[in-house]
């Protein structure tokens, strides 16, 4: 083969005038081909020492690179079907602000070459996928120590959000409940004055009674034990 290349590189050089249009086209073919193919390892390459420089970083404890993984790893399941909804929404609520949420969002590119929420929007049901939405909402733009813990409107509204989009989930064209969704956010209500607030604002985002709707979608024995978590909490 290498004797064959020679001698039509020799042909060529004594006859430059017998090219023909078509031995043109493929060494311009040729020459792409080298071009695009040693493009695409740099590329590759590029990408792998972004992921194992990221990988490296997951070690570090609430490191954007560690949500990102733990992220995905809920994603995975363990190999299960479907998605862990409660590791994502754990990892999800332990994002502090908005700017560390987008930090997250680059690190899980860089890990994995994929879109964080064009992954969430695969793994989740619409409602379940809007309820990470209003966790992410309800989040400052940055970080403050002074502010952690304090509950505020956009607060109340995204608990108000959630609890409606809790109640609105379907599994196929059967109509249902997330009872874990609930539990989540009855959870996150710091008190009982809190909850109160949510139910004034869940009334003027809906025009219904947080109450009647919480007896409506949930069974007998499921709604007693869920309150009870809110009459456990202080009362302001």
């Known amino acids: 083969m290498d004797y064959a290349i020679s001698n039509g590189a020799e042909m060529y050089a004594e006859h430059p005038q017998e090219l023909t249009l078509k031995d043109k086209l493929q060494f311009s073919l040729l020459g792409i081909i080298v071009v695009g193919g040693a493009v695409i390892i740099g590329r590759n390459w590029v990408r792998n020492a972004r992921a194992n420089g990221e990988e490296r970083k997951t070690l570090e404890e609430g490191s954007a690179p560690t949500i990102a993984k733990q992220i995905k790893m809920a994603f995975e399941n363990d190999g299960w079907f479907g998605t862990d909804k409660d590791a994502l929404r754990l990892a999800i609520r332990d994002i502090p602000s908005k700017s560390d949420f987008r930090r997250v969002m680059v690190s899980y590119q860089r890990l994995y070459?994929?879109?964080?929420?064009?992954?969430?929007?695969?793994?989740?049901?619409?409602?379940?996928?809007?309820?990470?939405?209003?966790?992410?909402?309800?989040?400052?733009?940055?970080?403050?120590?002074?502010?952690?813990?304090?509950?505020?409107?956009?607060?109340?509204?995204?608990?108000?959000?959630?609890?409606?989009?809790?109640?609105?989930?379907?599994?196929?064209?059967?109509?249902?409940?997330?009872?874990?969704?609930?539990?989540?956010?009855?959870?996150?209500?710091?008190?009982?004055?809190?909850?109160?607030?949510?139910?004034?604002?869940?009334?003027?985002?809906?025009?219904?009674?947080?109450?009647?709707?919480?007896?409506?979608?949930?069974?007998?024995?499921?709604?007693?034990?869920?309150?009870?978590?809110?009459?456990?909490?202080?009362?302001?």
Do not use: C
């Not at 379907?170 to 607030?197: C, L, M, N, R």
């Open 113 to 236: 070459n994929s879109s964080l929420l064009g992954d969430m929007q695969k793994e989740l049901k619409s409602s379940e996928y809007n309820e990470m939405l209003y966790i992410i909402s309800a989040k400052p733009e940055t970080y403050s120590a002074d502010n952690a813990g304090q509950v505020n409107a956009a607060q109340l509204e995204a608990w108000a959000k959630r609890l409606n989009t809790a109640f609105n989930i379907s599994y196929g064209p059967f109509p249902g409940t997330d009872e874990p969704a609930i539990k989540a956010v009855f959870i996150e209500i710091p008190t009982q004055e809190a909850f109160s607030h949510v139910e004034t604002v869940y009334r003027s985002l809906f025009g219904s009674d947080l109450t009647a709707d919480l007896k409506s979608e949930l069974e007998l024995w499921e709604y007693d034990p869920m309150m009870q978590i809110i009459y456990s909490k202080p009362k302001n």
